[in-house]
């Protein structure tokens, strides 16, 4: 069965760091593209970031590019999304996504955790 499971989801403050991680077990390919996406209360869910099977590659929405950082230690499993300098605008559920190449679509992921909150404060 696939799973993938966000995790280090919290409050923090605007300005502050978070580190969220998502291990993935049972995906039907070897060699799997991550991304995260987020999903802010009315809104649709969007593309934050993606990485390639390898690492080699990675992608970011204009929105966080420079404040966010994609990796992946393949030996565990897990995919990680280090934030820094939050904004209230990063408010979001957020989710971990599979798929066969480093794509910004929803479309182009198979498999999705369930995810986790980040919750600004000021």
């Known amino acids: 069965q696939v799973q993938l499971v966000e995790s280090g989801g919290g409050l923090v403050q605007a300005g502050g760091s978070l580190r969220l991680s998502c291990a993935h077990s049972?995906?039907?390919?070897?060699?799997?593209?991550m991304g995260w996406f987020r999903q802010a209360s009315g809104k649709e869910r969007e593309f934050v970031a993606a990485?390639?099977?390898?690492?080699?590659?990675?992608y970011y929405a204009d929105t966080v590019k420079g404040r966010f950082t994609i990796s992946r230690d393949n030996a565990k499993n897990t995919v990680y999304l280090q934030m820094s300098s939050l904004k209230p605008e990063d408010a979001a559920v957020y989710y971990c996504?599979?798929?066969?190449?480093?794509?910004?679509?929803?479309?182009?992921?198979?498999?999705w955790g369930q995810g986790t909150q980040v919750t600004i404060s000021s």
């Open positions: 996504a599979a798929g066969r190449f480093a794509a910004t679509l929803r479309a182009d992921y198979d498999y």
């Open positions: 049972g995906l039907p390919f070897s060699r799997s593209a």
């Open positions: 990485i390639g099977w390898n690492g080699a590659s990675t």
